[in-house]
C-alpha cells in the first residue's frame, strides 16, 4: 500500500467535497418545524408542581414494542453532544467541516424535540422513566470504537444514518398512530439525507486512497453496533424491535449495509493493491456469515410468530 495519508492530509483532500456536499445538503433539506407535528390538543398536565395527573400505562394505548422503539430512537438523538464532541474532534471545526458539524448538530436536535413533544403530549411513555434513562444514558456518552480513524468514522455515520432512518420509518409504522408515523417519517427523509452526505464523503475518499478506506469499510461493517447499543436495556429492547421488524439482522445487512456498499461499487473496483483485496475478502465473507446469521434470525421468528398465532386461537 502506499504511505496511508494522515488524518489531517485526508480532512485536506476531502475539503472541498465537504464544501460541495454541504450545499448540496442546503438546497435540498426542507425546514419543518416539531411544533407542527404534535397533538398538542391531547396533553394536559402531569403531577408534580402542577397537580395534573400522574401518568399511567392506560394513559396510551401504544403497544410495549413502540415504547420500545420510541424509546430507544429518542435516547438516540438524545446523546447527540456527544456525537457532536465526536465529530467535532475528528473532523475539526474549520470550514466546511465546521459548518456541517454545527448545521447536522442543529438537524438531530429537532429530532430529539419532535419525538420528545410528542411522546409527552400523547402520554406514549412513562415521562419519569423516559427521564431517568436519558439521564442515565448521556451520563455514560458515546464514543465510536474508531476513535482515531476518520474514515472508519465516517463509514460508520454512512451506515449508522441509514440504520436510523429505517428503524424511526419502521417505528411509525408499529406506533398504529396516523401522527406518529407521519412524524417519524420526516425524521426518517432528514437521516436519509445525512447518509447521503456522509455515504458521498466516503465515496470520494475511495478514490483517493482506496485501500486504506476499504480496510476501514471493512473494519466498521464487522464491528456494527446501533447507536443505541448502551441504553439500559437495551438488549431486551433490540430483541422486541428485531421481533417486530422494526431493526432486524436482515433489515441490517440488506436495507443498510449492502445498498451503501452497491453504491461504492466495492466490489467492482480495479484500483485495490493486496491490503485493500484483503479488506475487500473479509468483507466478503463476513456478508455472507451475516446472511446466515439473517436466515437462522428469520427461522426462530417464524416459529416463534407460529407459537403465538397458535397460542392466541386457543
Ligand atoms: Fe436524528
Ligand atoms: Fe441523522
Known sequence: MSTPLSQTQMLLELEPVVEENLNRHLRMAKEWFPHEYVPWSEGRDFDGPLGGEAWTVE???????????LIVNLLTEDNLPSYHHEIATLFGREAAWGDWVHRWTAEEGRHGIAIRDYLL??????????????????????????????????????FQELATRVSHRNTGKVTDDPVADQLLARVAADENLHMVFYRNLLGAALEIAPDQ??????????????????????????????????????????????????????????????????????????????????????????????????????
Open 213 to 314: 478506506t476499504m480496510r476501514s469499510i471493512t473494519d466498521v461493517v464487522k464491528t456494527f453496533q446501533m447507536p443505541g447499543a448502551d441504553i439500559a436495556g437495551f438488549q431486551r429492547k433490540a430483541v422486541e424491535m428485531a421481533i417486530a421488524g422494526v431493526y432486524d439482522i436482515r433489515q441490517h445487512r440488506d436495507d443498510v449495509v449492502a445498498p451503501v456498499l452497491r453504491y461504492w461499487k466495492v466490489f467492482e473496483l480495479e484500483n485495490l493493491g493486496p491490503e485493500g483485496e484483503q479488506a475487500r475478502t473479509e468483507l466478503a465473507d463476513f456478508l455472507e456469515e451475516l446472511d446466515k446469521q439473517a436466515l437462522r434470525f428469520e427461522e426462530k421468528r417464524d416459529k416463534l410468530q407460529a407459537r403465538m398465532a397458535a397460542r392466541a386461537e386457543r
Open 121 to 158: 403530549t400523547t402520554r406514549a411513555v412513562d415521562p419519569a422513566e423516559l427521564e431517568r434513562l436519558r439521564m442515565q444514558h448521556m451520563s455514560t456518552g458515546y464514543s465510536n470504537g474508531h476513535p482515531d480513524d476518520m474514515l472508519a468514522s465516517l463509514a460508520y455515520v454512512s
Open 59 to 69: 394513559d396510551s394505548s401504544m403497544s410495549d414494542v413502540a415504547r420500545s422503539a
